[in-house]
């Protein structure tokens, strides 16, 4: 919205800094972090009062996880505010592609904040079903899928973007749909599953979209495109300014969700975050870089699966506990430790992300 500032500009005036997409970033990311500590106290409050008990803790789940009982959970409705007050005041509302990412992010947002209503309300860690959950993040991934497609460059339309193999792209005709389903979904879920520790999830996910605001800066622009040898996809710059808030909301949020957590995120916002991640890397061709730069969510999901499949083949457990981070906790790690450790190899994971914008 502010953007439209510029109008009032004559080329060499304050009003001229609306028309940098660097400028506006910087606004959202202090606007998002200024929402996060106005609202976030009082959020809690609310929410504290409203659900009594708090989110249901599993009786089958570490012994130290007995004491957050009480605990509110619905924090990522702080995170989802500041993101969408953020990308509203700062971000241009004629690109398409600004829109598609808040859409998956608060279509996400809705099926978690269901989740987490019927989990709180009943007192049961079950929620809604999974079955109607992936069917609707489904539904949603679909749409957003069809939309990235409809908007991309008509030589983008429908093609996977090989990383570090300049100019390769692999045509994937209608088939691309289910698969930026997948990444959606997927990316949506792998983040639910990390959601596990105080302040585990969150930072992993600001250091993607950190990388991924850069990476869309980058493929925005003619020039920076051409130099690294990227494809381009005319107006994705436009995505920094989201990345932007939400790493600014996401500080707001951490600062309440620091060891020992005041608040949860709960599915709303975990959810919706990995569904953001998932929508971006759609939007800027990288979705084959989002399983690098996500990987520590990658590794979770994978855990969970690996566990399952051969627990009912076997009837016997690869971790003394799925996802892996509650393997750790088992084993006698502080949960500080885990999430620390966590948070260094998501870091790790990005500057290796970022590595193959160069490495062509």
Known sequence: MLYWLTALSDGGDFFNLFRYITFRAGGAFLTALTFGFIFGKPLINVLRRKQGKGQPIRDDGPEGH?????????????????????????????????????????????????????????QNTKGVSGRVRLGLGFAIAAVAGMWASFVHPDDLTFQLAVPVFKDVLFNM?????????????????????????????????????????????????VDFSASLGLHYVPDSGEILIFAAGLIGGGLGFLWYNAPPAAVFMGDTGSLALGGALGAIAVATKHEIVLAVVGGLFVVEALSVIIQVAYFKMTGKRVFLMAPIHHHYEKKGWAESTIVIRFWIISLILAMIGLATLKVR
């Open 173 to 221: 005709s209608y088939l691309f749909i289910p698969f930026a389903m997948i990444v959606i979904v997927g990316a949506a879920n792998a983040v639910n599953l990390t959601d596990g520790l105080d302040g585990l999830a969150i930072m992993p996910v600001m250091i993607a979209a950190g990388t991924f605001g850069i990476i869309a800066y980058f493929v925005g622009r």
């Open 66 to 122: 007995f004491v957050k009982a009480g605990t509110p959970t619905m924090g990522g409705l702080l995170i989802v505010g500041a993101l969408l007050t953020s990308s509203l005041l700062w971000a241009r509302w004629d690109n398409p592609y600004i829109w598609m990412v808040l859409f998956v992010t608060l279509a996400y947002a809705v099926i978690g904040f269901a989740d987490d209503y019927a989990k709180v309300s009943k």
